[in-house]
C-alpha cells in the first residue's frame, strides 16, 4: 500500500487549494481514507475522512464548510478542496488509510500513511 500526498504550497489567507493523495495497492471499496494535519507543536488530528463506500464523511468543526473531500476511482486519488484558508490552517497534511467497513476518525485507527505536504498559509 503506498499513499502520496501532493500539491501542498504557500498561499494567503482566504485563498483556496486542492491537495491530492495517490493511492495504490488498496482498494476504496474497502478502506477509509482521512486526511490529517500536523501543526507545529501539536498532534496529529482528522480533519476529514471519507467511508468505504464513500457515502459517510467526517469533517472536524474547524474545517466543516470550508474544506471538501472527495475521490476518483478510476484515478485511485482522494482529494481535500480547501477554500477560505486561514493561517491556522498551516500544518503539514497527510492521507492515510485502513481497511474497515466503518468510518473511524482517530489517528490510532489508520495504519497505512503516506508522506505529508506541507501547506502554509499566510495573513
Known amino acids: 500500500v503506498q499513499l502520496q500526498a501532493s500539491g501542498g504550497g504557500l498561499v494567503q489567507a482566504g485563498d483556496s487549494l486542492r491537495i491530492a493523495c495517490a493511492v495504490s495497492?488498496?482498494?476504496?471499496?474497502?478502506?477509509?481514507i482521512g486526511w490529517f494535519r500536523q501543526a507545529p507543536g501539536k498532534e496529529r488530528e482528522a480533519d476529514s475522512c471519507l467511508s468505504n463506500a464513500g457515502g459517510n464523511k467526517f469533517y472536524s468543526d474547524s474545517v466543516k464548510g470550508r474544506f471538501t473531500i472527495s475521490r476518483d476511482g478510476a484515478e485511485n486519488t482522494v482529494y481535500l478542496q480547501m477554500n477560505s484558508l486561514k493561517p491556522e490552517d498551516t500544518a503539514v497534511y497527510y492521507c492515510?488509510?485502513?481497511?474497515?467497513?466503518?468510518?473511524?476518525?482517530?489517528?490510532?485507527?489508520?495504519?497505512?500513511w503516506g508522506r505529508g505536504t506541507l501547506v502554509t498559509v499566510s495573513s
Open positions: 492515510a488509510a485502513d481497511s474497515s467497513s466503518r468510518l473511524r476518525v482517530g489517528v490510532m485507527f489508520y495504519h497505512y
Open positions: 495497492g488498496l482498494s476504496f471499496d474497502s478502506h477509509i
